[in-house]
């Protein structure tokens, strides 16, 4: 146990990328070595397919594609310059960081710079918005998910009479019902998070409902001998049992209502604008292809920092003691 | 074998006062239509350790649930006071998320008890089954031999005056299940319990009891009694006495008779 608990902490030195050698408590270099081989330090695989794709990236550019039509792959340091350095100043930064404070604090306020046009500012402003968007459809979506699955699990019979609904939700392409969606309730904010609810509702329902009757029977055998209430039972026995699986869904839930999100913004421009808007803007004019380049790298990172920060609360929460990695 | 001759050697009345559990022509029918037991009928006094052995599916579990109160009976009576049974399962069923005290204290923390005073007795019980200093450390980071003793541990803190133990042991490795008979033997006589056992390892049954019951195949019924006549406390060596092999010959014997 200890050796389990010395190889996380070297682990997580490791990744905080502390300048001295990842070390456990005692210092042991075969702990360290196990460390590298877990998370690929001293191999240079990765790397290696990164500069390929790169050289293969150039390669297509120049040899493959007709000098009329090279617009629809610009090259990585076209991209690199047109979305993240061209015109970005430290103003333009603090702007960002002053629309989200005014955001998240009622009082706080922000003019924003009419004459501005840096591609990664709105990158930057797209993202927060859509962040906002994500994250509201998933707040909700997780409040409503764990309701109805704790209800569902009391009784049988509301769970038969619920369940085919909710796959029928789940079965509904969500891409059919987004213009529905505009036509009820507007093409703004909410609306995009209607769609961010609807497309991360079900994986979390559907898991939490198996985590909270996941207990085993013997657990369960040992609440009824000792007569506990329905209202016992479910904070002491199937709540915590319910934790791992309501983690893995929510990290599941989390990258759809990415998706959502953005297919929001795609539909729905009224308002500011989120990643979705300007993907769709961008989109309609092929000279500005790197900047939509630049757009999709933003919104996969937003994808990537999502999947990994509720893989990082889980293990949180339930890694001491769960044997399920979320 | 005549079951029912044997039945009615077997309620011959005990000297000791009132039993901690009587079984009295119990039957149970499963709503399906299975016979799972039919006139089962035996005592546990206070002081003695009554194992049962039998086939699997003879319904041995079954005489376990409907002793808790967690079946009923469909035939027959089961007498026993339910305020205060403990009930070791075939597996530890801790709660994953809790540590090894917050496991301890749950029984109690069910009834009510205050914080205070359940911490004090999990913390005794923990030291009677030598698990002190692991108070703190998660069910998965423990051996399958510790889980069934924080298991033990958890229906100890309310000291009760029967214990009921259904194939507690079957999934440990043999040199830990014979430490986990020699254990909750120990604790037996410490705390002075009565015990209702049930395995199908004939040495655990007679190194464990002072009672070995058999129990036909489906629908179960006592078919056989066994007195265990060795004397406390019983060395590990017993399992290599001669007396113990003979008796556990004719235990195999008639376990075989009920299987045939």
């Known amino acids: 146990m200890t050796d389990l608990r010395d190889v996380d902490a070297g682990a997580s030195n490791a990744l905080a990328g502390a300048p001295t050698l990842p070390r456990s408590a005692d210092g042991a270099p075969v702990l360290v070595a196990r460390n590298a081989k877990r998370f690929g330090f001293g191999s240079f695989g990765p790397l290696v397919v990164l500069v390929s794709i790169i050289g293969l990236w150039y390669a297509t550019h120049y040899l493959v594609i007709d000098e009329g039509r090279r617009f629809i792959l610009p090259l990585p340091h076209v991209i690199l310059n047109r979305g993240f350095i061209e015109g970005v100043t430290f103003g333009g930064l603090l702007d960002v960081g002053q629309k989200m404070l005014s955001d998240l604090v009622p009082f706080a306020e922000f003019e924003p710079d009419a004459d501005r046009d840096v591609v990664l500012i709105d990158g930057l402003l797209g993202l927060w918005m859509t962040v906002k968007v994500s994250f509201v459809g998933l707040m909700l979506a997780a409040f409503f998910a764990v309701v109805g699955a704790m209800v569902m699990s009391q009784s049988r019979m509301v769970e038969k009479a619920f369940f085919p609904y909710l796959v029928i939700i789940q079965a509904v392409p969500v891409l059919a019902i987004v213009p529905l969606i505009g036509v009820v309730f507007g093409f703004g904010f909410s609306s995009q998070v209607i769609v961010c609810v609807i497309i991360s509702f079900f994986p979390i329902a559907a898991n939490t409902l198996f985590g909270l009757k996941s207990a085993e029977r013997g657990l369960q055998d040992l609440f009824a001998l000792h007569n506990a209430s329905r209202w016992t039972r479910m904070r002491k026995l199937q709540i915590p049992a319910a934790l791992p699986a309501f983690f893995t869904s929510m990290r599941i839930a989390a990258g759809l209502s990415v998706i959502g999100a953005i297919v929001g913004g795609y539909f729905f421009a009224r308002g500011e604008k989120g990643l979705g808007s300007l993907l769709k803007a961008y989109a309609s004019r092929p000279s500005d292809t790197p900047e939509l380049f630049a757009t999709v790298f933003l919104s996969s990172m937003l994808g990537i920092i999502v999947f990994l920060f509720f893989g990082w609360l889980g293990n949180r929460f339930i890694g001491k003691w769960s044997d399920q990695t979320v | ?260």
Not at chain 2, 16 to 30: H, I, M, Q, R
Not at chain 2, 112 to 117: P, V
Not at chain 2, 252 to 258: I, M, P
Request: some cysteine.
């Open chain 2, 1 to 260: 074998m005549e079951p029912v001759q044997e039945l009615i050697d077997l309620t011959e009345p005990k000297a000791t006062g009132s039993p901690a559990l009587v079984f009295d022509g119990v039957g149970k029918t499963f709503p399906d239509g299975t016979e799972a037991l039919r006139g089962v009928t035996f005592d546990v006094n206070p002081g003695e350790f009554v194992t049962v052995v039998g086939p699997s599916g003879c319904g041995k579990s079954t005489l376990l649930r409907l002793a808790s109160g967690l079946d009923e009976v469909t035939a027959g009576r089961c007498d026993v006071d339910r305020s205060n049974i403990g009930y070791v399962f075939q597996d530890a069923t801790l709660l994953p998320s809790r540590t090894v005290i917050g496991n301890v204290e749950l029984i109690a923390e069910l009834h009510g008890d205050s914080k205070a005073e359940r911490r004090a007795r999990s913390a005794e019980a923990i030291t009677k089954v030598g698990l002190a200093g692991f108070e703190n450390h998660y069910p998965k980071q423990l051996s399958g031999g510790m889980r069934m003793r924080a298991s033990l541990a958890r229906s100890l803190v309310m000291s009760p005056p029967i214990f009921l133990f259904d194939e507690p042991f079957g999934a440990l490795d043999e040199i830990t299940r014979e430490l986990m008979n020699e254990e909750t033997l120990r604790l037996f006589k410490e705390e002075g319990f009565a015990g209702l056992f049930i395995t199908h390892s004939i040495t655990e049954a007679v190194f464990m009891s002072t009672k070995v019951l058999v129990m036909s195949g489906r629908p179960g019924t006592i078919v056989d009694s066994f007195d265990v006549p060795f004397d406390h406390p019983r060395s590990p060596e017993m399992r290599f006495d001669p007396a113990f092999a003979e008796l556990s010959g004719r235990v195999s014997h008639s376990l075989r008779g009920a299987h045939a």
